[in-house]
C-alpha cells in the first residue's frame, strides 16, 4: 500500500513538472501582441517602382548635379526622426542604412578617395571601423595624481547624422518629351565637433551607397506620414516623388569644383537657384508654341 502511494505521489510530482516546464515553453515562445487594429503583410513585399527605359540617343540634354539634404528643415524631418532606436514600428534613414551595411545588403564606397563613382568597395571591416570610432580623453588619476588616457567607444548614431549629399543626373528624354532625373548617389554627413571648445567645426561625409541598389531595400521601410497614418510611404518613394527639400552645391564642371569655391557664403544659395533656373529653362525651351 505505501509503495502504491509513493508511486502515485511520484506521477503527480511529474505531472506537475511537465506542466510547468510547458507553461515556460510557451511564455518563452510567446510573440508580443499586436501594436495595430491589423495586420501590415504588404510591406516586407514591397518593390520600387521601376525605371522607365532610357536609350543614349533619346538624351537631348543632360546635367549632373550634386545637393545637399540639410535635416534640420522640416519636410526633411521624416528622414531625421526616430533618434530613439528602440523605435520598431518605424526607423530613421540612417538606421536604415546603418542595418543594410551590417547586414551586407547595401555597399559602401569610399577610400583610398572619396569615391562618389562607385570605384572602391568598401570592406567590412573598414565599415565597422566607420561606424564605430574610439576616442581619447586625458584624466587626471586620483590615486597617483598622475594623468591616464581613457578611451571611449563612440557609434554614429542617428542624432548625428544632420546631411546628406545627392549626386543626381537631370535630362531630357525626347521619346517621353519630359525633364526626368535619376539619383545615382547618396552619402551621409556627421557633424565635426571640436574636442577643447565643443563647437561646431564643419561636416564630414562618410562614404557614398549606389543608390539604384539602394532601392529595393529602402522600398521595404516605411517613413512618417504626419497627414495618414495608413498611407505612410516608403524612404525610396521619398527619394523618388522629391518629397524633400535640398539646394546644390555643386554642379557638374571643367574645374570639379564646388559652388563654395567660387561663391561667397552668401551667393551660395543664388547660385543654387540659378542652376535649378537654368534647367528649368532647359525644359521649357524644348517647346515651340
Not at 511537465?18 to 518563452?28: C, E
Request: charged share 30%; glycine share 2%; net charge negative.
Amino acid at each position: 500500500m505505501k509503495k502504491a502511494i509513493v508511486s502515485l505521489t511520484a506521477v503527480f510530482f511529474l505531472f506537475c513538472l511537465s506542466l510547468t516546464l510547458n507553461a515556460q515553453t510557451v511564455l518563452s515562445n510567446s510573440t508580443p501582441p499586436l501594436d495595430a487594429p491589423y495586420v501590415h503583410e504588404h510591406l516586407d513585399k514591397r518593390k520600387p517602382i521601376p525605371y522607365t527605359h532610357l536609350r543614349e540617343a533619346d538624351v537631348m540634354w543632360s546635367k549632373r548635379v550634386w545637393r545637399v539634404i540639410d535635416l534640420r528643415e522640416k519636410i526633411n524631418l521624416p528622414l531625421y526622426y526616430p533618434t530613439d532606436e528602440e523605435v520598431k514600428n518605424r526607423q530613421s534613414l540612417w538606421k536604415v542604412i546603418k542595418m543594410g551595411l551590417e547586414s551586407g545588403e547595401l555597399t559602401a564606397y569610399d577610400k583610398p578617395v572619396f569615391d562618389d563613382e562607385f570605384q572602391y568597395e568598401m570592406p567590412i571591416s573598414q565599415i565597422k571601423a566607420v561606424l564605430n570610432t574610439v576616442d581619447t580623453t586625458i584624466t587626471q588619476n586620483i590615486n597617483t595624481g598622475g594623468w591616464d588616457t581613457v578611451y571611449i567607444p563612440v557609434s554614429v548614431t542617428t542624432d548625428k547624422v544632420k546631411r546628406y549629399w545627392v549626386k543626381e543626373d537631370w535630362f531630357f528624354d525626347k521619346q517621353r518629351s519630359v525633364m526626368d532625373v535619376r539619383i545615382m548617389g547618396i552619402s551621409p554627413l556627421i557633424e565635426v565637433i571640436d574636442k577643447n571648445t565643443g563647437d561646431f567645426r564643419s561636416y564630414k561625409p562618410l562614404f557614398w551607397l549606389y543608390f539604384p541598389q539602394c532601392r529595393p531595400y529602402f522600398a521595404r521601410y516605411e517613413v512618417f506620414n504626419r497627414h495618414n497614418d495608413a498611407e505612410r510611404r516608403t524612404f525610396d518613394d521619398i527619394f523618388e516623388k522629391r518629397q524633400f527639400s535640398s539646394y546644390i552645391y555643386k554642379e557638374a564642371n571643367v574645374y570639379d569644383r564646388q559652388i563654395l569655391e567660387y561663391a561667397g557664403q552668401i551667393d551660395v544659395l543664388l547660385e543654387s537657384d540659378r542652376i535649378k533656373e537654368e534647367i528649368f529653362e532647359v525644359e521649357h525651351d524644348m517647346w515651340h508654341f
